[in-house]
């Protein structure tokens, strides 16, 4: 099992920039892929970025490809999404997820981007 807390979430005006972090705690030896989502209100959760926790090999939705950017710390046990670019459509909860033998997710952190 693992826990999963993201946090780097706000406000911020359109065009601005935000970098979220995923800590993941527990067995973290066993995680495969962490990857991002995003659910804006009313809306299906959407896939955003993905990456090997290994061997990197990052990949992006296309409505964000070019402006954000899926990193990760295995020393620290942290995934980042940097998002540059921000537009008014990206305001959604951000949310984390791990696989191992099932999908583990985070809480979550809200982020808000004004016109």
């Known amino acids: 099992q693992v826990q999963l807390v993201e946090s780097g979430g706000g406000l911020v005006q359109a065009g601005g920039s935000l970098r979220l972090s995923c800590a993941a705690s527990g067995n973290i030896f066993s995680i495969n892929v962490m990857t991002w989502y995003r659910q804006a209100p009313g809306k299906e959760r959407e896939f955003v970025a993905t990456?090997?926790?290994?061997?990197?090999?990052?990949r992006y939705a296309d409505s964000v490809k070019g402006r954000f950017t899926i990193s990760r710390d295995n020393a620290k046990a942290t995934v980042y999404l940097q998002m540059n670019g921000l537009k008014p459509e990206d305001t959604a909860v951000y949310y984390c997820a791990a696989d191992i033998a099932q999908r583990y997710w985070g809480q979550g952190t809200q982020v808000t981007v004004s016109s």
């Open positions: 990456i090997n926790w290994r061997a990197g090999s990052p």
